[in-house]
């Protein structure tokens, strides 16, 4: 890993004037996946996405905001709470947002992360969703979100899927990036296979499977896997599924979209275990947004 002209410790060397030309350059080049990967570093952008950092223990390396910024209760409070926690921060000019900014607009805050390591193997959990060659960063995106909120314990992204810390599959998650663990750049093959070994059943969504999600009885411990929105599962999972599973289509849509498809399997099975758990599981962490 390059060495990072923002890493220093114990202190920033942040000038009074703002970033210095190296320190720039090196948070312009975070918008790229070549940036990201070789300084280990990432980008979140707006109000939502910084709050959800601190407020699940994920501190930044550097908070930047606006004066204009500032003057959201939403982004002051972030800011504060970053200043408190001892967070590095620093105040930029609108156009200096903008340049480092992924959106057209951008809402005068954003802050660097630290990558966190890939996991080798299955973490601690009942319930896991595989993505094969998923590459459209919104139906990543939002199948994180669904997943965290539908109970799932991580989410991993197979080699040949859309950058994980694409600025759009970061929005798209509305902060459950930094909820539930997510593994990106897994082999399949072996990843599969420490699964099954794990006692985990591999449930595969597949368009022309015979059996409908509704018929499936959602084991305790399960994997749902989904695929590449053109060319589906590869073979060398769908050789390993337990099971193959669809969701029916009965109007006159080609076909469904995956994210949709994800997030009606996993609250079938949701249901399922809520039912199997009785009344005290009914519960739940928060109210939709």
């Known amino acids: 890993m390059k060495k990072y002209p923002l890493d ?10 703002g970033l210095s030309a190296s320190q720039l350059k090196a948070l312009r080049s975070l918008k790229l996946k070549k940036g990201r990967s070789e300084q280990g570093r ?23 905001y606006t004066r204009s910024g500032f003057l959201s209760q939403e982004i002051k409070s972030t800011v504060v709470r970053a200043q408190k926690s001892g967070i ?3 105040r930029i000019s609108d156009s200096t947002m903008k340049s480092l900014a992924d959106a057209r607009t951008p809402q005068g805050i954003m802050a660097v992360m630290i990558k966190p390591a890939s ?7 009942n319930i896991f969703v595989l993505l ?14 669904t997943a965290d909120a539908a109970g799932a314990d991580g989410v991993y992204l197979t080699a040949g899927s859309v950058d994980l810390y694409n600025p759009k599959v970061l929005r798209s998650t509305q902060g459950s990036i930094f909820h539930i663990p997510v593994t990106a750049e897994v082999n399949p093959a072996s990843r599969v296979d420490a699964f099954k070994k794990g006692g985990y059943q591999m449930l595969v969504a597949e368009p022309r499977a015979g059996r409908c999600y509704t018929q499936v009885r959602y084991p305790d411990r399960f994997v749902l896997v989904a695929g590449n929105e053109t060319h589906g599962v590869c073979q060398e999972i769908i050789g390993r599924a337990d099971q ?15 994210a949709m498809a994800c ?22 962490r928060r109210q939709p947004s």
């Open 88 to 90: 590095p921060n620093l």
């Open 263 to 284: 997030g009606v399997i996993l609250y079938e099975a949701l249901r399922q275990r809520t039912e199997r758990a009785g009344p005290k599981a009914t519960g739940s």
């Open 244 to 258: 193959l599973i669809r969701v029916p289509i009965r109007g006159r849509a080609e076909s469904l979209n995956v």
């Open 42 to 64: 990432f980008l979140i952008e707006g109000a939502h996405l910084c709050a959800e950092a601190l407020q699940s223990g994920h501190h930044p390396l550097l908070l930047l």
């Open 132 to 145: 094969d060659q998923v590459r459209d960063p919104g139906n990543v995106g939002t199948i994180i979100r």
């Open 119 to 125: 996991a080798d193997a299955p973490g601690p959990g």
């Open 8 to 17: 220093t410790n114990p202190a920033f060397p942040l000038r009074s004037a």
